[in-house]
C-alpha cells in the first residue's frame, strides 16, 4: 500500500481510494495514478508518463495524458481548475503532492 494525503492505493490489486471510499480506476487511470503517488513529491515528466504508462517512446501530442488525468482528477474529488493533489509543472510535468496545496 502507498499512501500520500487522503489517497491510498494498492497496487496489488489494482485498488484505490479517497478517505476511506474506493474510487474506481481504468487500468490507464490507476497506471497514472500508481505512477505519481509512488513518486510523491517529485516531478515526473511527459515523456516518463508515456513510456511507463502508455508503454511508448513516441507522442505526438501531450492530450492522452491531459485527458487521463481530467478524469483520474475528477474521479479523486481534485478541484480540476485549482488541483491539490496533482499539479501540472509547466514545462516539466505532473507532481502528485505529499502534502495538500493551501490556495
Known amino acids: 500500500m502507498i499512501e500520500v494525503q487522503d489517497?491510498?492505493?494498492d497496487?496489488?490489486?489494482?485498488?484505490?481510494w479517497?478517505?476511506?471510499e474506493e474510487v474506481t480506476l481504468s487500468r490507464k487511470e490507476f497506471d497514472l495514478v500508481y505512477k505519481l503517488i509512488s513518486n510523491a513529491g517529485l516531478i515526473v515528466s511527459r515523456a516518463d508518463l508515456m513510456r511507463d504508462v502508455w508503454n511508448t517512446e513516441f507522442f505526438t501530442s501531450s492530450k492522452t495524458i491531459d485527458v487521463h488525468l481530467g478524469w483520474v482528477r475528477r474521479k479523486l474529488g481534485d478541484d480540476t481548475r485549482r488541483p491539490s493533489l496533482i499539479t501540472t509543472i509547466r514545462g516539466k510535468g505532473l507532481r502528485f503532492e505529499k502534502s495538500p496545496l493551501i490556495r
Not at 11 to 16: I, K, T
Open 7 to 9: 489517497v491510498r492505493v
Open 11 to 16: 497496487p496489488d490489486n489494482r485498488r484505490a
Open 18 to 20: 479517497r478517505n476511506d
